[in-house]
């Protein structure tokens, strides 16, 4: 589809939930994919939807923008572009909370390549790879937002960043305010980082993705990713 905002789905209300969608190649100024920015938009779950090739060609957000407290959960984010302005994925503000979701081969001109937060958030086993900001400076993988009205501060578990580049070089986290990482892994430190709190991260040069190449970032037998998560309440029985 090719629209003002929201090409593909606009979400008015408190409480939606998308479960099971496909969302690909739509386009539009802003918000190509999904709009779900109003005031009355609330405590939206996104659970095992993809997201492929969707494009903001004027403003933010090659997916789009989704406020309240929402949850993003076994989701696929591969490929969304921002041409001219905001993240290449998608932006979430205050409460919100991503678990177990891909982020890859996002592509923006300003930053973050990959994803923008406001507020306080969480990142739960999520792998940000081959993110891009084709402009350099800034962030390829995932970054606070700069109200200064609010305190943008991420707390992130099990999290991996893997060849997030801007303008070429590595380029993963940033956030104005501290924020705490649990068990993640880079390569190398990631980096404009001042964590709060930070305990058994650390640093890979090989992941050993099944096959990076063909965007399969589960790790691998041999991978040095094995084991060295933090165990979360809802991996019971998954």
């Known amino acids: 589809d090719v629209y003002a905002m929201g090409a593909g789905l606009r979400l008015t209300g408190d409480g ?13 100024p802003q918000m190509a994919a999904l709009m779900a920015n ?11 939807c993809v997201f492929v090739g969707n494009q903001a060609t ?27 302005g905001g993240s290449g994925a998608f932006c979430i503000y205050g409460g919100s909370r991503v678990v177990n979701t ?10 973050p390549g990959a994803v923008k937060f406001y507020d306080t958030c969480t990142f739960e086993n999520v792998t940000f790879a081959n993110n891009t900001k084709t402009t350099s400076g800034g962030i390829a993988g995932l970054c606070g937002g700069t109200k200064a009205t609010t305190i943008n501060k991420a ?17 993963d986290f940033y956030s104005a305010q501290n924020s705490d990482f ?3 892994a880079a390569q190398g430190k990631p980096n404009s980082v001042s964590a709060d709190s930070a305990a058994n991260n650390f640093a890979v040069t090989d992941f050993k993705f099944v096959d990076a190449a063909n965007g399969d970032y589960r ?16 991996m019971v029985g998954a």
Do not use: H, M
């Open 16 to 28: 939606n939930t998308l479960l099971n969608c496909v969302f690909t190649n739509n386009v539009g």
């Open 38 to 48: 109003g005031d009355a938009v609330n405590n939206t779950t996104i659970s095992n």
């Open 58 to 84: 004027i403003g933010g957000y090659g997916v789009g923008e989704i406020k309240g407290s929402t949850t993003i959960v076994d989701c696929e984010f591969r490929n969304n572009t921002a041409v001219n």
């Open 102 to 111: 891909l982020v890859c081969g996002s592509v923006a001109k300003s930053e």
């Open 155 to 171: 707390t992130l578990f099990n999290c991996v960043f893997c060849e997030n580049k801007a303008n070429g070089s590595r380029s």
């Open 182 to 184: 649990f068990n993640c």
């Open 219 to 234: 790790p691998a037998q041999k991978s040095p990713l094995i084991d060295k998560g933090q165990n979360l309440d809802w």
